[in-house]
């Protein structure tokens, strides 16, 4: 069964004074089953974070259709089983860990009493318990990004969508994700992220796809990655030739 | 459901903005500005409670704006700015719930400072009152509060005007600058059509663009003078129902049409 599916979607950014035209994304087409992890790898302006926002309707696309869990992105309903991670993702200052999750809670619809459970099961995952009282402001790079998973986890997604959950993370707070992300898929969770770090994507991905100049290169499935990976090939070299700079 | 998301929207932008720090800054100020009517008063020989009221409504009336402009764009603007507005579209928001939400947010906050800033200056007016007693012959707390109530009208619309500006500019300065021309520009464009009416008027050469422009800025922008009634209560002149009701409804609907629009121009936003 379908969780994500994108269908010929192009987006073209539009400059406010020039009126000049660039393409983000150029003809993607995509879709991603349930119980899949997929990664999407490519380089700084690749279209991978604009497809993201495609998808949780931030942006709207200027041909071609998105469906989440068969619904448009449009409909706010989409998101109702949805957990989302943005790219350095921004809290409100003044509110507490549990407080910012307490909102998720509240505004995906769960009630109190799992509320407090979940929250208090993610932030001992995540190692955030301790602070959970601390204003966000507080919170150091690293120690923000896991309050963004956390919100993105909190109320128990079907589908989970990941921008660069890594970034800034130390080597266990790396681990600690890619633990959450493996769990995720256990329990039949659909997992679409976006990482520079192709090792993490190679380890946990079912199928990752290459982007580049906007275009969905080539999609590659675990076991086409394996059969190409040898100790001269790695995904990286994969990567290269794909997107043609490996001079 | 949906009352369940919109009121925790409303309770996340309260939290955040009853503990901006610049809350505590302005209420200091209006508190210090209440506490000093007491001194000013006594300074005064005559018509001592139309000190103290003016004082007190003004107080609250400057403390309001502040809040409007510097925390309420913090809370509208600053979400588009800084990009969290992603973590709240993230959850089964629209965009117009997203704007009620935050509005609604606003106003709790607006409404709780002003509450807190109308008992403070209550005591104030009434431990002078206690001292100057003869020169209090004049004063109605029920006018007081209807004044209040009218300030209180007044931040209903200027906060949706911030909402509706929040919506339409990419910045938050910018939204801070189009919020305070148009408070300015509401709280005296009653002044100049009036001015424009008198017979010194009529000798200033004025072309006919610049009146029809006059005329029609007149019925697009808000007459915020309406919701000024400092005068009337410092004077203890009886504030009519009837008026209050209209001035009420004028609020209302004004608001609810700006979010309305703000609603329509934000759901076509690209949040990139």
């Known amino acids: ?247 | 459901m949906m009352t369940r998301k919109l009121f925790a929207l409303t309770i996340l932008t309260f939290k955040e903005g009853v503990r901006d720090r610049a809350l505590f800054g302005i209420g200091l100020f209006s508190l210090l500005l209440m506490a000093g009517s007491i001194v000013v008063v006594s300074m005064f020989m005559r018509e001592l409670h139309k000190v103290t009221v003016d004082i007190n409504l003004s107080a609250i009336t400057f403390a309001g704006l502040l809040l409007s402009f510097f925390v309420s764009i913090n809370l509208m603007s600053k979400d588009i700015d800084r990009y969290t507005i992603y973590s709240v579209l993230s959850k089964p928001f629209s965009r117009s719930q997203y704007i009620w939400g935050k509005y609604l947010g606003i106003m709790l906050l607006i409404v709780t400072a002003m509450g807190i800033l109308t008992f403070c200056s209550s005591l104030a007016i009434w431990f002078t009152k206690s001292q100057y007693s003869l020169y209090f012959q004049g004063f109605s707390w029920m006018e007081f509060y209807k004044a209040v109530y009218a300030e209180l009208l007044m931040f209903f619309l200027l906060n949706a005007l911030i909402v509706f500006f929040s919506t339409i500019t990419t910045s938050s300065f910018i939204t801070l600058l189009f919020s305070i021309s148009t408070y300015i520009a509401g709280q005296t464009i009653e002044e100049v059509v009036l001015f424009l009416k008198t017979k010194h008027a009529a000798e200033i050469f004025m072309s006919e663009g610049i009146n029809t422009i006059i005329g029609i800025v007149q019925y697009i922008l808000p007459n915020l003078s309406v919701f000024d009634l400092k005068l009337q209560s410092a004077h203890a002149i009886t504030i009519s129902w009837d008026y209050l009701a209209a001035v009420t409804g004028y609020s209302i609907v004004y608001s609810i049409v700006l979010l309305i629009m703000a609603s329509l121009i934000f759901n076509k936003r690209e949040l990139r």
Do not use: W
């Not at chain 1, 448009?72 to 999750?101: C, I, K, M, V």
């Not at chain 1, 969770?189 to 580049?212: A, P, Q, W, Y």
């Open chain 1, 1 to 247: 069964m379908q969780k994500i599916l994108i269908k010929n979607v192009s987006k073209e950014y539009i400059s406010d004074f020039k009126r000049k035209r660039k393409t983000a994304v150029d003809n993607v087409s995509l879709s991603i089953e349930k119980a899949e992890i997929f990664g999407i790898i490519g380089v700084n302006g690749a279209g991978k974070s604009t497809i993201i926002k495609m998808i949780m309707g931030f942006i709207k696309p200027h041909s071609g259709q998105i469906f989440v869990s068969g619904k448009t992105p449009l409909d706010p309903d989409s998101r109702r089983n949805l957990g989302y991670l943005p790219e350095n993702p921004y809290f409100y200052d003044n509110l507490t860990a549990r407080e910012l999750l307490m909102f998720s809670c509240q505004a995906s619809g769960l009630d109190k009493k799992t509320s407090i459970r979940r929250i208090e099961i993610l932030l001992k995952k995540v190692g955030l318990f301790a602070e959970q009282n601390q204003k966000l402001r507080t919170f150091s790079k690293g120690m923000t990004q896991r309050a963004g998973i956390c919100f993105a986890l909190v109320h128990d997604p079907d589908i989970i969508i990941l921008d660069e959950p890594m970034s800034g993370l130390d080597p266990l707070g790396r681990k600690i994700v890619i633990d959450l992300i493996c769990d995720l898929k256990q329990r039949g969770k659909t997992v679409l992220f976006c990482s520079h770090i192709l090792n993490d994507v190679e380890r946990i991905c079912d199928r990752v796809g290459i982007m580049d100049g906007g275009s969905l290169k080539r999609v590659y499935t675990k076991e086409e990655i394996f059969k190409s990976v040898d100790a001269e090939n790695n995904l990286e070299e994969i990567f290269l030739k794909i997107i043609g700079r490996n001079q």
